[in-house]
């Protein structure tokens, strides 16, 4: 089947609006992850679902930043109020068990 | 909260050169997987080391997890250009918890091959 696939592929906003970035998982995958790159630097742990539920939301930057799951499949990052700090790429994973985590291609967000 | 230390953050090797890049936590570590991601592209997984004293290998990538299940490190053999991008390795922490799903990434290591 198919990858992780994760929409937009490039994101332009100006400062202050509100972007959505989806994620598709890997079909049966029960965990997923969401992840902050910014140019030249590690990834900075965002969010996980294990089902629909988000036992660990402690990596959200900050209140304007959420995230849902619904189906156990799709899920949405939002982010609110854009700041031009938040430009970076996101990068999603799906797992089906605590091992392997396959990567999307991420949403590279230009937040001017 | 949980660190994952990762040094050095470049490396430039000269082609069959070896390399390696080791990982520390803060704390004592479930399990540790290592990523390689290319210039422009996502993170890929390689391996992952479950048991104190672990050593795995493939092909020329030796990665071996510490007795203290607090360390780890990559070794490369006689590098190739195709070597070429960020490693990265990412703890898990022990069972239990609401974040024992959380993998914590250490700031990854970039390294260059000079053909």
């Known amino acids: 089947g198919a990858g992780v696939s994760q929409s937009p592929s490039n994101k332009v906003t100006e400062k202050g609006k509100d972007v959505e970035l989806r994620c598709d998982p890997i079909?049966?995958?029960?965990?997923l992850y969401w992840y902050r790159q910014s140019l030249g630097q590690g990834l900075e742990f965002l969010i996980y679902?294990?089902?629909?539920?988000?036992?660990?939301k402690s990596g959200l930057p900050s209140d304007r930043f959420s995230a849902e799951r619904t189906g156990g499949s799709v899920s949405t990052l939002t982010i609110q109020r854009t700041q031009q700090e938040d430009s970076a790429v996101y990068l999603c994973?799906?797992?089906?068990?605590?091992?392997?985590?396959?990567f999307g291609p991420g949403t590279r967000l230009l937040v001017l | 909260g949980q660190q994952v230390m990762q040094i050095p953050q470049y490396q430039h090797v000269q082609e069959g050169e070896d390399f390696t890049t080791y990982c520390n936590s803060s704390?004592?570590?479930?399990?540790i997987q290592w990523y390689k991601q290319r210039p422009g592209g996502h993170p890929v997984f390689l391996i992952q080391l479950v048991k104190s004293g672990e050593v795995k290998k493939q092909k020329r990538l030796t990665f071996q997890f510490g007795e203290a299940k607090k360390n780890s490190s990559l070794h490369i053999t006689a590098t190739q250009t195709t070597d070429v991008g960020t490693y990265f390795c990412?703890?898990?922490?022990?069972?239990?918890?609401?974040?024992?799903?959380?993998?914590?990434f250490g700031q990854g290591t970039i390294l260059t091959v000079h053909p």
């Open positions: 704390t004592t570590l479930s399990n």
């Open positions: 990412a703890g898990r922490m022990e069972a239990g918890g609401t974040s024992y799903g959380k993998l914590t």
């Open positions: 079909s049966g995958h029960t965990a």
């Open positions: 679902f294990q089902g629909n539920s988000a036992p660990d």
């Open positions: 994973a799906s797992s089906l068990d605590w091992t392997t985590q396959y």
